[in-house]
């Protein structure tokens, strides 16, 4: 018999969460990409360095509100390989350049202090955490503390890494990102950003899945890319046409 | 009680010296007369008089601004001067300085010999004075405002005259009131002064009485001398040096409680702290940092310190010991007692702050910044980064409209990279282009974007041809997807062989 009653258990904590937009990866992503999370993002190939940045900062700012700063820390070395970074571009794709912080650190080691440091303050909307190469000291140990900072203050992290294989880590979610040909405009402008994304791993939930998102800006959401205008590709063996009476010669074939 | 009052004139130095000079403001939308010198006065122009009017009677008149900030601060500055004869100083805005000499005079051979140094002393700067003694603070300043220009103090029994002989102007009242006391035939302090105080006080008030008996002598009121405020600087030595890391930040931290209790008798909060560490063989160390936002608190400004000291490239070696620690505060800022918000907003800028302290500390202010927008076409100038740590509330940029893709690239080479292209010449687009030793087909493109060069900016810009080459922009898509943003340096009108660049990236 017990006479002080048991301690009812707190509920778990529920797990913030932001619908993307797309009813099929919100679906794998168990409702949507948690807040308080790592999250990372590969790009294998130096040139989708601008794809998979703007992925990034799409999300951030999906995820964040437009009161909160975000802060963008980036390695010297990609500001050397991948350029300076533009707040109109960033405005472009919907985020508040102005309340956000760009910072420049020397080596990786400042990268994890400085981002552990910002994690811990709380009072951000994001983290994004840039890196080109191989970095060796972005390991299991370093990624785990980031994410139970994380964890704590309930701001999402996303490390951004380029001209990088994926490493194991602590991550939640991660993403493989590369361009994808967009819908064009009238007048064969180019048109809204577009991603080929691929759910490399997550943690409790499917993965191995990809998608075709294109952003749109304006309602800070995604949406499932229309198929190009393009006509469909040819099947290998099959003739394009049908051989009828008086058959003609068999069409030219469309380039994919 | 004795007292002085020197009256300002000011007078630019390279003015030829027959041309009058007047400083104009601008009072309800006209030019005004503010000030006027000696020249000028003597062909008749006051102060009060429209500007028009003067150009209209004297053609060749000099005219400069009046800043009114300048004067206060200049007669401010006068004021410590004074300081030198006696402690009790004040300022009567807009031009008069008044001096309690009462226990300081006979250091400078009595009142005579005051005046006398005093008047040199002005002479020496070049300013224009008239200077008077009396016994009451306020019947100096009428004296040496209003009455004919004696030097030498005067007696007792002359100053009550000379104070009589003053016009009622000096009681400082209303104008009606003047008109209405000039009207019923006192015209002196003298006939004033004759009149019974309650019949005075009943018709224009306490505050006419009070400042006659001033005037008169009966009343005496002290002046609030100008006072200095004491540098923050707070200091500690040892008898033995010290040179234990955990002595020497204890000491540390009780400079800053120090200091932190002087801040907040004076309601400011320090945003920059020096700490120098004085070695006992004579080396001095010396680290400083800044923080955003006016702070009292110790905790942030010893984390702030940790992280200084971790950036040095030498380790601070204490040697034999440091034998004297200052801790200095030469910026600071008004900062109220803070109110805990239930919403934790405040909370959340603090921390925020604080953050951008410690990466601005550790980083290097330069390399946390915000961007800022500029305004010049030209897209390689068209954003500032500011130090985070300067520019503190969020900056605005302009929303780009609706329905638009990103007309502007994520990332900027710096510089442009150089492509080769196949287009059609002359204002054709890019069909293929090489970067990077690979060859990209164009899908979708955008353009041309004709952005010209800042001609204005060049020495002789304005001649056709010497403005600068216009830059001709595309959005271009590849068949991978990637979408990039080139430019054709030069039209072929300008140049000859126009090169291509490839400036950005888009997402």
Redesign the interface.
Known sequence: MRIMPTPCESPAPVLLRRASGIATLDAALGGGLAYGRLHEIYADDPAEAGAATGFALALATAMGDGARAALWLRARQAVRQGGICRADGWADLGGAPGGGLIGVVPDAIALLRAAADALRCGALGAVIVESWGKMRELDLTASRRLALAAEKSGVPLFVLRIAAEPVPSAAQTRWQVAAAPSAPLPARAPGWPTFDITLLRQRAGPCGLDWRVEWNRDRHIFQEAPLSGAVVPPVADRPLAQPGPGAGHPRDRHAA | MRSQDPALGIRGTDTPPDAPLVLVAKVKGAMVLGAVDADARALGLVPGLTLADARARIPDLIVAEMDAGADRHWLQRLARHCAGWTPLVTTVPPDGITLDIAGADHLFGGEAGLLTEAEETFAGLGMAVRLACAATAEAAQALARHAPLPIAPLSSADEREAIRALPVAVLGLEDEAEIALRRAGLKTIGDVAVRPAAAIAARFGMAAVTALRRLTGEEQAPIAPLVEPEPLHFERRFAEPVGHQAAVAGCFLDLLRMAAEALEARGLGGRRFVLTLFRSDGARHRLAIETGLPTRDPAPVMRLFDERIAALADPLDPGFGYDRITLFLPVTEPLAAAQPQLDGAT???E??A???D??ST??GPE???????RDSHI?EQ??L?LP?IDARA???????P??Q??????????PPQPVEVIAEVPDGPPHRFRWRR?LHEV????GPERIAAEWWRRKGGEAPGQGGLTRDYY???D?????YWLFRHGLYEEKADPRWYIH????
Do not use: M, V, Y
């Not at chain 2, 899908?443 to 955008?446: H, I, K, S, T, V």
């Open positions: 909370q959340d800028s921390a925020l604080e953050l951008i410690r990466l550790r980083l390399n946390l910044c915000r961007l800022a927008p897209p068209a954003q980064a985070a969020p900056i605005r940029w302009p929303t780009p609706p329905g893709p990103p007309q502007r690239p994520l990332f900027l080479f710096d690979k899908r979708l493109f955008e959005r271009i898509e068949a991978r997807g990637r979408r950005g990236l888009f997402a």
